[in-house]
Structure formats: C-alpha cells, structure tokens
C-alpha cells in the first residue's frame, strides 16, 4: 500500500524552529509533485509549500515565504518542511501529500495523503 507518514511536529515557543518530514513508502519519487498542507483550528485546509520531484522547482504560500523551506531526499523518498520563525497563528495539524506529475501541483487534487502532526506554537 502506498503510504506517507509525517514525523517531527510538537510543541515550540514562538520564534523558534522546527523540521517536519515526510517519508514514503511503496513508491519512489521520481516524478511526483509532493505538497505541504496544514489545517488549523477552525480554518480550511491551505496549501503552504510544494516541491517537484523531477526538477526541485518549488513554491510557496506568501504566509510562510521566507520562513519555510521545503527540500527532498530522492534517495531516502522523503521530503522536509523546515519552518524557521514560528508564530502562534503557524498552529496547525501539517500535512504531505502526493501525486504522480512532471510539474508543481497547487491544488488539493493529490492521490496520497499522511495522516498529518500536529504544530503548536505558543506566544
């Protein structure tokens, strides 16, 4: 079964730092647009960071531009999230997700989805 499973979240003062991963398994990514989503208390889901897997191209939500990084580990299948500069309004349940594309996918039409972890980030 394909699977993604995200590791890393947890609790951090405001300003501090954190790095979320993204491991898959039961597929490579060799062409995959790979997203990260988070949804917090409250709002809808909304789209933050993406990577492609054929390129490296990558974007990102003006909310978490400049602060985030997202990378990924062709050899290792897996994809990080490094969010520097945490605010409170970051808190959220983060998500990856993935579908097959030679290009950057920034709709919420992704074939695989984790079962997300949760950020806090207290004031």
């Known amino acids: 079964q394909l699977r993604l499973v995200e590791s890393g979240g947890g609790l951090v003062q405001d300003g501090e730092s954190l790095r979320l991963s993204c491991t898959t398994s039961?597929?490579?990514?060799?062409?995959?647009?790979i997203g990260w989503f988070r949804r917090a208390p409250g709002k809808g889901r909304e789209g933050i960071a993406y990577?492609?897997?054929?390129?490296?191209?990558?974007l990102y939500a003006d909310s978490v531009k400049g602060r985030f990084t997202i990378t990924i580990d062709n050899a290792k299948n897996t994809v990080y999230l490094q969010m520097n500069s945490l605010r409170p309004e970051d808190t959220a349940v983060y998500y990856c997700?993935?579908?097959?594309?030679?290009?950057?996918?920034?709709?919420?039409?992704?074939?695989?989805w984790g079962q997300g972890t949760q950020v806090t980030v207290s004031s």
């Open positions: 990577i492609s897997s054929s390129d490296g191209s990558s």
């Open positions: 997700a993935a579908t097959e594309a030679a290009w950057i996918v920034t709709t919420e039409e992704y074939d695989y």
């Open positions: 039961g597929f490579t990514l060799d062409y995959y647009s």
